[in-house]
Each structure stands twice: as C-alpha cells, then as structure tokens.
C-alpha cells in the first residue's frame, strides 16, 4: 500500500512536499470568495488550489503514484471543512493543459473515496477554451446552489 | 448553423472575468516560484491562505 509523502508547512502561505526523486511540489491556495459575490449562497468557502514543481525533474515524476495519493490527502484535508469548495483552472500557457488534466483526472478517479464531488466546465475567454473544475464535498448542505452557479458560470451570457 | 456557432464562440462566459483572473494570478506566481522567488513576497498581491484541517 503507498503511502502519501509527508507534506511540510514551511511558511504561511503554502505546503510542501519532496519526492522520492527529490521533486519538489508545492500547494497553496488563494481566496476567490470576493470574486463569488453575485453568487451570495456559495460564495463564503471559495478557494482555488495550485500546485507547482519548485525544483527537480518534474517529468521523472511522472509516473510516481504517491504524488496522485498526496494531493488527494490534501484534499480530504481541505474538506473536512464541509462548506469549503475549490474552483480551478487548467494552465494554459504551455499547450500542455490537456495532458495536466488528464493526469489529475487518473488520480482523483483513482484515489477520491467518493466524498469529493468533481463537476468540469470549459469557459469561453476571448474565444479561447479554459478548461475549470468545481471539488465540492458530497455532504455541503449548499451543494445544489454550487454546482448550479459553477455551471451558470461557464454558460455563455444569454444563456440559460 | 455555422454563423450561429461562429457567434457562440466569441461570446465570453459568464464568468470569463473569474477564470481569466485565476488564470492569470496562477500564471503570475508559477512564473515568479520558477525564477525562485518566494510566495511570502507575493503576500500583499495575492490572498493566500492555509485552509488545511490539521486534526
């Protein structure tokens, strides 16, 4: 059975954690709350996660499980508050985003124990593709008002 | 149809303004962490914070 890698706190603002290829993540979250107000029911506990290779390989992690297993602790961490929800966007600098997407995807298909509830939405910018997603935990008492702003979000103006 | 799928895709999301400002936030940072920099000298730009249960 693998086991997650032990996640360190070395400031205020982020967890770390060091492969056993000596990659080195790290996870920070931002407070998209304000940004949420014309959704007053669910916008309390938004907050949007990140995570970044700050040194090492990153492709010599690729096929390392114990990263998949790691970010999903931290998530059942991050929802052991029931109200709180993240709201992310695949990066979309380097062409890559569907590739990062479908990795996350293996590991939370993988690894969720079903408390996590995962809802994917594509937005048009510009007329560009960015590809989100909503994590909301199974039992939040608003889940039905989140998930239909997170949908309303992503329809185009003047759609229903 | 074609003119009417034209149309959709230049229409923005409802939420364009979220995404596109999350996108570029996530796109800021990750630039400013690869050139080593550090999260806590992003403090007074970016709200971050540790909603992690420790129990």
Known sequence: MLSPYQLTEPDDFSYEFVTSQEVH????????????VDYPDVSKFIYTFNIDVISGNEKSAFTDERIGITVVEVFKK??????????????????????????????????????????DGIAIIEGIEIINALLV????????????AFKDLNNKVGEK | ME????INKTLNSKGATIFKKMLEDKDAISKHLKKGGKLSELKDKFKFVKPLSTN
């Open chain 2, 3 to 6: 003119v009417k799928d034209k």
């Open chain 1, 25 to 36: 993540y790290q996870i920070y979250f931002l407070d998209y709350s304000a940004m949420f």
């Open chain 1, 78 to 119: 991050f929802f052991a508050k029931i109200e709180n929800v993240i709201v992310y966007v695949c990066d979309t600098t380097d062409e890559k985003h569907y590739a990062r997407k479908r990795k996350f995807d293996s590991w939370f298909w993988k690894y969720n124990d079903g408390n996590i509830i995962k809802e």
């Open chain 1, 137 to 148: 935990q199974k039992d939040n008492p608003k889940l039905n008002e989140i998930i239909f």
